[in-house]
Nanobody
């Protein structure tokens, strides 16, 4: 099993930036594909970005493409989400998640391990 802990959330003005981190323990992160998801008030959890084990393939939701960047440092067992040009509609609890499936996926239910989430609030 792998345990995930997110950090880096906070309050930021529209147009600002935040960098989220997801630290893993228990097993090496290189065994897992990693994803970032978010859940806004009254909304379902939605896919934000994903990165494959080696970092060779990356996927983004259309809503964040060109503004967010996912990366990973397997040596440090950490995944990052750099968020630029933030908008009020990016306000949500952000979660990192891990899965060991063969194929990449953007579906929350196919991720086996989740962090506790970190709040991101973007003011207008």
């Amino acid at each position: 099993q792998v345990q995930l802990v997110e950090s880096g959330g906070g309050l930021v003005q529209a147009g600002g930036s935040l960098r989220l981190a997801c630290a893993a323990s228990g097993r090496t992160l290189s065994a897992y594909d990693m994803g970032w998801f978010r859940q806004g008030p009254g909304k379902e959890r939605e896919f934000v970005a994903a990165i494959r084990r080696s970092g060779g393939s990356i996927y983004y939701a259309d809503s964040v493409k060109g503004r967010f960047t996912i990366s990973r440092d397997n040596a440090k067992n950490t995944v990052f989400l750099q968020m630029n040009s933030l908008k009020p509609e990016d306000t949500a609890v952000y979660y990192c998640a891990a899965h060991a499936r063969w194929a990449p996926t953007t579906i929350p239910s196919e991720y086996a391990y989740w962090g506790q989430g970190t709040q991101v609030t973007v003011s207008s």
